[in-house]
T-cell receptor, first 117, second 114 residues
Framework: GAVVSQHPSWVICKSGTSVKIECRSL??????MFWYRQFPKQSLMLMAT?????????EQGVEKDKFLINHASLTLSTLTVTSAHPEDSSFYIC?????????????FGPGTRLTVL | AQSVTQLGSHVSVSEGALVLLRCNYS??????LFWYVQYPNQGLQLLLK??????LVKGINGFEAEFKKSETSFHLTKPSAHMSDAAEYFC????????????FGTGTRLQVTL
């Protein structure tokens, strides 16, 4: 089956620092990757959609200068939280979709828990 | 724009009892509908999905859901709950295909008691 990994699984950082989260499709080429944010006991909110080789499309209300998304290859997308603050603490989940009928759906990563002190 | 409403943020059933998690959707075009399960501190696992065709969809772990267009519903059921079913369940909708962006409901936490 299709496997998506995220690294790190959890990270703690100081306020004002930047944090990079990686999302990888391990056994398929991900033409599209999605980044979601989930607050405790709440649903997933889509932050942005990225297609390989092009700029990410951000959802309304998401600051693109704060949440930098790069999808430089068919197996890797990164989300960088710049100048993180405590309100950015959350569970970040990526998903990936690829070509072909076997991969024409979103496969989710295990998530990254970010805590900003 | 599409949306999903999950009735009941918390459902508790006894082991062996019927599980029924409710989901209603709103969409101006034919929707693609999904149910996902999330265990604590983990990502989402697809239980089942409706695209086109047969309205009764069977998924993993004994779950199934029925697409009812007239009621704009996609309720999730399982005849007999197991302790391992305790988790958070999310209903989601997309309109651009199975690989398009998803709009999630607020989730239902299923508790299974002895």
């Amino acid at each position: 089956g299709a496997v998506v990994s995220q690294h790190p699984s959890w990270v703690i950082c100081k306020s004002g620092t930047s944090v990079k989260i990686e999302c990888r499709s391990l056994d398929f080429q991900a033409t599209t990757m999605f980044w979601y944010r989930q607050f405790p006991k709440q649903s997933l909110m889509l932050m942005a959609t990225s297609n390989e080789g092009s700029k990410a499309t951000y959802e309304q209300g998401v600051e693109k200068d704060k949440f930098l998304i790069n999808h430089a290859s068919l197996t890797l997308s990164t989300l960088t939280v710049t100048s993180a603050h405590p309100e950015d603490s959350s569970f970040y989940i990526c998903s990936a979709a690829g070509r072909g009928s076997s991969y024409n759906e979103q496969f989710f990563g295990p998530g990254t828990r970010l805590t900003v002190l | 724009a599409q949306s999903v409403t999950q009735l009941g943020s918390h459902v508790s059933v006894s082991e062996g009892a019927l599980v029924l998690l409710r989901c209603n959707y709103s969409s101006s075009v034919p929707p693609y509908l999904f149910w996902y399960v999330q265990y604590p501190n983990q990502g989402l696992q697809l239980l089942l999905k409706y695209t086109t065709g047969a309205t009764l969809v069977k998924g993993i772990n004994g779950f199934e859901a029925e697409f009812k267009k007239s009621e704009t519903s996609f309720h999730l059921t399982k005849p007999s709950a197991h302790m391992s079913d305790a988790a958070e369940y999310f209903c989601a909708v997309s309109v651009g295909g199975t690989a398009s962006k998803l709009t999630f409901g607020t989730g239902t936490r299923l508790q299974v008691t002895l």
